[in-house]
């Protein structure tokens, strides 16, 4: 079983869009598919639970609920989709998350506010996975001088464990410019996908209303999604 967390701070940043996207993607793969969604305003269970007559090629599931089966679960791939403010507000269920999972997922849209605090959340992460890999190496007895040598250690940082994707891109936007921007989140730890979620309205709405348009008829959409989910894949090989 692989667990893959969907995680960020901003709003708006399509996080519930693509886990439910991602979600449909591993479903129609064949891989027997739960999403857990620890989020306080339970987008994806609400839109699950309004709108039975949609078929979901997954299982959505509350925290609470997820928490009193987990044990008894069977299942190829789990997905977090975490709140917002979970790392201020609730560090220990972030910390649980980070922990259980095999990958973790940045989404952001690619305005300058949502790249700045993309790179903070992937900073953030970055120096999680630094102090878990410290006191792994240390079972568990890191003075303040060995913290400090771990977090300055890039070999100690396992970029493999996180990375941005870049969410409602204009079609209209070219190529050479997302590259750059790729490049400058690379400078930044952020380690980008080479994949990526077009701009669409319609799915947007979705979560906004709780109502249809249906996600199954943006083709386009669900297309990336796919190649997104294959390129996550290999990183939890």
Known sequence: MKV????????????STLTWL??????????????VDTDDQQTLFNYSTINPHIPKPFQVMTLPDYLEVRKNL????????TERDVTALKPDLAIAAFEAS????????????????????????????????????????VKKADLKKSLLEPE??????FATIFTRVDPNRSSSELAEIKRDARVYGC??????????????ETFNKGSLPKIEQASQLMAEAEAVMKEVS???Q
């Open 22 to 35: 991602l979600a449909i993607a591993f479903g129609e793969a064949g891989k027997r598919t739960i999403v």
């Open 234 to 236: 290999r990183y939890m």
């Open 74 to 81: 069977r299942a190829d791939i789990i997905l977090f989709d």
């Open 4 to 15: 893959l967390t969907v995680h960020n701070t901003m709003q708006n940043q399509a996080k």
């Open 156 to 161: 100690l940082n396992p970029k493999k464990h």
């Open 191 to 204: 380690n980008p996908l080479n994949t990526h979620l077009s701009e669409n309205s319609a799915v947007r």
């Open 102 to 141: 095999d990958f973790i997922l940045v989404p952001t849209i690619t305005d300058e506010k949502a790249l700045v605090n993309m790179a903070r959340v992937c900073q953030s992460l970055d120096t999680t996975f630094k102090l878990e890999a410290a006191f792994a190496k240390t079972n568990g007895a």
